[in-house]
């Protein structure tokens, strides 16, 4: 739902606008779920112990995002492209 220009949505069972970082972390869980055996048990430990943090925490500059995404996992942090 868009209200005076700014997008609205249901994110994790919590009603709440939708910034591009909020987005991109949408886009790693997407990813995260869908490499299957592409990534090893390690990348998958490293990348689910980096999510949580971010999820809960405030909203950083998308490129602080990839960077710390591509220090855990770089297959999965080019999935994430700034716009």
Same mark, same amino acid.
């Given at each position: 739902?868009? =209200?005076?220009? !700014? ?10 606008? !939708? =910034? ?7 886009? &790693? *869980?997407?990813?995260? @779920?869908?490499?299957? =055996? ?12 980096? &999510? &949580? ?9 998308? @490129?602080?995002?990839?960077?710390? !995404? ?5 297959? *999965?942090? @080019?999935? !994430?492209?700034?716009?």
């Amino acid at each position: 739902m868009m =209200t005076n220009g !700014v997008v609205h949505a249901n994110v994790f069972g919590i009603k709440d606008w !939708v =910034t591009p970082y909020k987005m991109a972390l949408m886009v &790693l *869980i997407e990813e995260l @779920s869908q490499a299957g =055996t592409h990534l090893s048990l390690l990348e998958r430990r490293r990348l689910n112990r980096l &999510l &949580l943090p971010l999820l809960q925490g405030p909203d950083m500059m998308l @490129s602080r995002l990839i960077k710390a !995404v591509e220090e855990c996992c770089p297959q *999965i942090a @080019s999935s !994430v492209h700034i716009r």
